[in-house]
């Protein structure tokens, strides 16, 4: 985290606003002190005499007017209203001195004033531009001395301007130099101040911050050391030294990538504490040397410990719960299809007359026992696939027969719920190299699912052609559609979409099965739909024969 000068001591700050506006109070009093002594001589003269020199009037309200100007300019606090200021000075003095005779008049000293403005405003970098301006309007004076006729100045004038110009000056300047002393006095204290609260957040953070020769020698170390040594004994140590003797070489190692690639890091097991844990992050500076900092990473690493133990945990339980259950695949479907086979018995009387009332009973454990049956099928399929234990059993067939036995047997389903069912096959043979048995789930799933959100009246189409050299089943359907939350969710295990009535209706293992035989094939399940609009779920297998080959015309053929 970077720390701000005022993040690191809050009164660093308005100290520093109160000097400068301390600062702006002395600039705009100067001004005004040698404005005020400028008019009261002009004033003076101009009382006093009969007819007062137009020249040296003219010469006091320049310098007078740049008083006013540079008051007004150090009210804005800033460098470049102190500029000009100091250059409407230099012209001021400049033209003072030509209009009452040049380097020899009396205003001479004025040549100056840009020199003491700069002093006044305590910017050290302007007195340069002061002493700079003063020299240029003192050889402005001089030149016109020799090129031109200069006004003279007659006593007792020249005396009284004479000590004008040496008083404002004199004193302006020393005023200027002791406030500039200040100045610079305050800005060293207020830095000092800023830099120990540096050193102090520095020494108080809890990482341990070095400076680092390209080497690994330590120039500096701030903050808390997690290698069980004082921070003040690190300086003029090798970094290597404070790692164990195993990582010492992946340290160097990062030292020398950071050196070349500008950052690096690395974790190491510091060498005065064995059950240590660090982490080294390291970065380049731009003189060449490095900055490093070393965390204590002991509680992050216990902490990911015991979540890659719960990890590993949770994963092991899931593999045993999936392992159980395709263990228990026999014990589980042997008692159901007993159940299964007295009931039909019972239900089509084989063995003789029965009540009605124990006919449907009869009739309702059968179908309970076929739907228990469909689920724990699903069921032990997905643990198998999830214990990788389910084995593909591959052979030569038509895949469009798988897929037309489903459509016969979801037929009847189909004219019950008033829905149409529709299919769509290839003209041509698609001889599929496939679990006969889990194409015919896949087709069987979709059409079940999109049945299942279909309302009365509505279309449900089966389609199943070559595409770009890949098995291609499509269902698409007519129903209520899917949200896009509902749709990131499904297609995992035991995820469902839509009402609590529908929801019942299975275990949301069907989709789940779908991919995961998809890609036990090398393929993919894709799904589109939208609220109101319908679904359309399509999956592509690589498991055509190379002979294959997409036609161009489908025919349609009702189920």
């Not at 004033?43 to 309200?61: F, R």
């Not at 500029?83 to 001195?97: E, P, S, Y």
């Not at 389609?463 to 890949?470: F, L």
């Amino acid at each position: 985290m970077t720390l701000t000068r005022s993040q690191l001591r809050p009164q660093l700050r308005p100290r520093t606003r109160a000097a400068t506006q301390a600062g702006r109070r002395f600039a705009v009093r100067w001004h005004l002190a040698w404005t005020l002594a400028v008019a009261a001589v002009a004033a003076a003269i101009a009382l006093q005499a009969a007819s007062p020199p137009v020249e040296t009037l003219i010469a006091l309200g320049a310098v007078a007017a740049a008083g006013v100007l540079g008051a007004f300019l150090a009210e804005t606090a800033n460098e470049t209203g102190a500029v000009v200021a100091i250059l409407a000075w230099a012209l001021a003095g400049g033209a003072a001195c030509l209009m009452t005779g040049g380097t020899a008049g009396p205003l001479t000293a004025w040549c100056l004033a840009p020199l003491a403005a700069g002093a006044a405003f305590g910017r050290p970098k302007l007195l340069a531009l002061g002493a700079a301006t003063g020299v240029a309007a003192a050889a402005l004076a001089a030149l016109g001395v020799t090129l031109l006729v200069l006004p003279k100045v007659t006593e007792p004038y020249a005396t009284w301007l004479s000590l004008l110009a040496l008083g404002t000056t004199g004193l302006g300047f020393a005023a200027g130099l002791v406030a500039l002393q200040g100045r610079v006095l305050g800005d060293d204290a207020r830095a000092k101040a800023a830099e120990l609260a540096l050193r102090e957040a520095l020494d108080h953070q809890p990482q341990l911050l070095m400076a680092l020769y390209p080497g690994g020698r330590i120039v500096e170390a701030f903050g808390e050391a997690p290698l069980g040594l004082a921070t003040g004994d690190l300086p003029d140590r090798h970094l290597g030294e404070l790692v164990c003797d195993e990582d010492r070489a992946r340290v160097e190692a990062a030292l020398i990538g950071a050196a070349a690639d500008g950052s690096a890091e690395v974790v190491f097991v510091p060498a005065h504490d064995p059950f240590g844990w660090c982490v080294l992050t390291v970065r380049r500076m731009g003189d060449g040397r490095l900055v490093a900092a070393v965390r204590d990473a002991r509680a992050q690493r216990t902490r990911e410990t015991e979540l890659e133990d719960a990890r590993a945990k949770a994963e092991q339980q899931n593999a045993g719960k999936s392992r159980f259950l395709a263990n228990m695949s026999h014990e589980l479907r042997t008692p159901l299809n007993a159940i299964m086979g007295f009931s039909d018995i019972m239900r089509q009387r084989l063995f003789g007359p029965m009540s009605d009332r124990y006919a449907e009973y009869a009739e309702l454990i059968h179908e309970s026992g076929a739907h228990l049956l469909e689920l724990i099928n699903d069921v032990l399929d997905m643990s198998k696939i999830e214990a990788e234990r389910f084995e593909l059993a591959r052979e030569d067939f038509d895949a469009r027969d798988a897929v037309a036995a489903v459509l016969r047997l979801m037929r009847g389903q189909a004219d019950r719920q008033g829905v149409t069912l529709r299919g769509d096959l290839s003209t041509e043979p698609l001889e599929a190299e496939a679990d006969r048995r889990a194409i015919k789930q896949i087709a069987f799933n979709l059409v079940s699912n999109a049945l299942k959100f279909t309302p009365k009246g509505g279309l449900v189409t089966v389609s199943a052609h070559p595409v770009g050299g890949m098995l291609e089943i499509a269902v698409s359907d007519t129903g209520v559609g899917i949200s896009a939350e509902d749709l990131a969710r499904l297609g995992r295990p035991y995820e469902q979409a839509g009402d609590a009535e529908q929801r019942q209706a299975g275990a949301g293992l069907g989709l789940s099965l779908v991919r995961a035989f998809a890609r036990l094939h090398g393929g993919e399940m894709i799904m589109e739909s939208a609220l109101g609009e319908g679904t359309t779920v399509t999956v592509r297998m690589p498991v055509l024969a190379q002979k294959v080959i997409p036609e161009p015309i489908a025919r349609s053929a009702e189920a």
